[in-house]
């Protein structure tokens, strides 16, 4: 006989902490177990409405991307290329679609039969051809003039292989 009592009121014992636990973690007010149980499946129905607002949210901001990244790779970038004078430098500006040939080496081609250095460059092929650059010239005694500068430079990213 106290088996059974001793079973029986282990079994209360858990059942109270099960449902002490279940109040902390749903902050119930409730303190009959009736209770306690329906404010329990409400926080889970609740909880599963947020995982499921969260899940459309993610499959929206996921076909943006998908959009965003396919406008990205179809964009036409019109061929851009600037030259400045700045003193006895020059500052070059390359925008142009990315292709198959490698226009950065077809630039630097064309400025090392110029005879220039770059002095300092950024270049960036992510979704277009990118390249900002200074260059000098190495013997500050030929002039270059801007018009020459910008039509070899053209001539180098129109360049097939």
Known sequence: MKKMVSSSLQRRI???RKLHILRTL???KSVKKSSIIMDSLLYIYKL???LEAIKREYSNL???KRQYIYLMEHIQVPEEVKVEKIGET???K???KKGDENKLVSILEVFDEMGVNV???SVSCNYYFSMEAIVAAQNPAEAMDVRQVTQL???AIDKKG
Do not use: G, H, P
């Open 14 to 16: 858990a059942l109270r």
């Open 26 to 28: 749903t902050n119930s």
């Open 48 to 50: 599963k409405l947020k």
């Open 62 to 64: 996921m076909e943006i």
């Open 90 to 92: 020059f500052l070059v």
């Open 94 to 96: 390359v925008i142009c």
């Open 119 to 121: 002095v300092q460059a």
């Open 153 to 155: 430079i053209s001539k």
